[in-house]
């Protein structure tokens, strides 16, 4: 058994198949299939189930997959350490983020700081086109942005962009809606309802699909406050809608007071969430810790869903 076995299955397991996890790991899928048969013969278990819908982990698979991811984690800091230790780094972290990434900032940062204490780190709740706008600006250092359907930021040469998360869009309504009650909503039930939206571009590109397949909807308002809509879906005065990973980690649907829901009869291509900087820092090491630290526990949340 070796590191590369253990980052073998750990990728094969987010990736649920060998082909995308070959090209990520930019190694033959042959080599990769043979070294985790290696693994699954020295350890006498059988870790992945291959099928034509793809590779998923055995139940004996699932617990040594996280032990490994859990070992590999471990590593990650030692050499994180030796390095801080090695290069003392100083200077300022700017972050921009649109807001669903907000609920899982503390816990990185709060790591990143222990190990880096000197650094100073701001951070900015904007909309994806104004956190790339104030990139360009040297404004920021990072972005965690949402992706626009065409993903049109991924061909923008001044920058890295690297996709974290692909997910959905949901309903979230009060635990007093009607809705509250329902496995899932279809979008004639959501156009019963008045919305409240995030005034984001890549939100408003979501409602304009949306209006184009399945007629108008009521909206109630839209802004960047998010405190106003939460309190309007609290009060079932509306609905909102957003991103699975940004509404299923908003406070008031952990307490239960609002409930997310799943979307029916939409066909839905969301291109998800993606950390994007300037090729200019593309060599930072304060960029780089920050992002193998975010990515590490986003690989987390994978993992253990």
């Not at 590999?72 to 030796?82: I, N, T």
């Amino acid at each position: 058994m070796n590191f590369e076995q253990l980052k073998y299955i750990v990728e094969v397991s987010k990736a649920g198949s060998l082909s995308i996890a070959s090209q990520k790991l930019h190694v033959t899928q042959s080599a990769l299939s043979q070294s985790i048969t290696n693994l699954e013969t020295e350890l006498d278990v059988k870790l992945f189930n291959r099928s034509r819908n793809g590779t998923t982990p055995t139940d004996t698979g699932n617990l040594i997959i996280k032990k490994a991811f859990e070992t590999l984690g471990k590593v990650q800091e030692l050499k994180e350490v030796a390095f801080s230790n090695a290069h003392a780094i100083n200077g300022t972290l700017r972050i921009g983020t649109i807001p669903g990434p907000l609920m899982l900032l503390p816990r990185t940062l709060s790591i990143y700081k222990t190990d880096y204490p000197t650094i100073q780190i701001s951070i900015a709740e904007k909309e994806s086109q104004a956190i790339i706008d104030d990139i360009k600006q040297d404004k920021l250092d990072i972005g965690i942005i949402g992706l626009t359907r065409e993903g049109k930021e991924m061909n923008d040469e001044d920058f890295d962009l690297e996709v974290v998360l692909r997910g959905k869009m949901v309903v979230a309504a009060s635990k007093h809606s009607s809705l509250a009650f329902s496995e899932s909503v279809t979008p004639q039930e959501i156009r019963n309802h008045s919305l409240v939206i995030y005034n984001d571009d890549r939100m408003w590109e979501f409602i304009d699909d949306f209006t184009s397949l399945c007629g108008k909807v009521s909206i109630l308002f839209s802004t960047n406050n998010l405190d106003a809509i939460r309190n309007a879906v609290l009060e079932n005065l509306a609905i909102t809608i957003g991103p699975d990973y940004t509404v299923e980690t908003d406070s008031s649907v952990t307490s239960g007071e609002v409930v997310p829901v799943t979307i029916t009869e939409l066909v839905q291509d969301y291109p998800g969430m993606a950390l994007v900087w300037s090729k200019t820092k593309r060599n930072s090491p304060i960029l780089k810790s920050f992002v193998s630290r975010l990515k590490a526990q986003l690989d987390e949340l994978k993992i253990h869903s």
